[in-house]
């Protein structure tokens, strides 16, 4: 059995007789993208909801890789997965107003906050950077992340979504 992503609209060269403005990649477990090495995050979290283990892959990620997760999440919309990387979504509500389409995502700072027994919180700078209507532009973002000792994985504090619709 094998799970698949084909996310995103159509893009690049390689346009059909048909008028087809390009073209749409199929993406499997640990496939890279065409300008990065790494595979895209957005991509594995789509592989891993398809192949039925998202809840699974989500709570084995580190805070910097769920950060990134979680706000190319948000970029497209995808609310209800969303919500699986927050700490305690508002019960009923959209977590997300509308975001614009994110281009890249780069984490230029990150420290420990907080360290004890039960509870451990990291905060990472981040700039987010967009599509805008007439050209790029970028935001910076402040995420903190908390780790959950009960659930055994790390979630978002819901707070950078209000900062990348300000």
Partial sequence: RLAASIN????GAGALQNGFPGHHCLHFWQSTTHTKNKPDAA???MVHKAAGMLHEYLAQLEPAELQVAMLEMAGQGETAILRLGIR???????PVPPV???KNIK???????????DCCIAEYKVSVYFHGDAKEY???VT???RYDSQLERWLLEPDFISQLVR
């Fill in 43 to 45: 991509h594995q979290v």
């Fill in 8 to 11: 995103g609209m159509p893009h």
């Fill in 107 to 117: 984490i230029w700072d990150q420290r420990l906050v907080e360290e004890g027994a």
């Fill in 143 to 145: 995420v903190t992340s």
């Fill in 88 to 94: 305690n979504p508002s019960a009923g509500t959209d």
């Fill in 138 to 140: 970028r935001k910076k």
């Fill in 100 to 102: 614009k389409q994110i």
